[in-house]
């Protein structure tokens, strides 16, 4: 089984900055597409985007398009997620994933991490 780490998370005010890191211990990332998810209180755990194998391709729901980058970092073993113009409802534990299914936006993921907190002050 994969394991993910992820790391990154902190505390910021609206309108900062956090980039989130996704890498595995045992296996290498490079030939598999990666997701990211997040989950609030009371909330299911919800797609953000995915980045394709290759790097060429990436896909966000609507709320974080145009504020948040997924790239690839091959020679770390790295998936990262920049997150920028954060608000308040960004708030959440956030997740890398990977053995990913479903199309598009509905995309899921069997393996995760442990997840790290992101929490966004008003």
């Known amino acids: 089984q994969v394991q993910l780490i992820e790391t990154g998370g902190g505390v910021v005010q609206t309108g900062g900055s956090l980039r989130l890191s996704c890498t595995s211990p045992t296996n290498s990332l490079s030939h598999m597409p990666v997701g990211w998810f997040r989950q609030s209180t009371s909330k299911e755990r919800e797609f953000v985007g995915y980045i394709t194998y290759d790097g060429l391709d990436t896909l966000y729901v609507d709320a974080v398009k145009g504020r948040f980058t997924i790239s690839r970092d091959r020679s770390k073993n790295t998936v990262s997620m920049q997150m920028d113009s954060l608000k308040p409802e960004d708030t959440a534990v956030y997740y890398c994933?990977?053995?990913?299914?479903?199309?598009?936006?509905?995309?899921?993921?069997?393996?995760w991490g442990q997840g790290t907190q992101v929490t966004v002050s008003s």
């Open positions: 994933g990977v053995d990913l299914y479903g199309n598009g936006l509905l995309t899921r993921a069997r393996t």
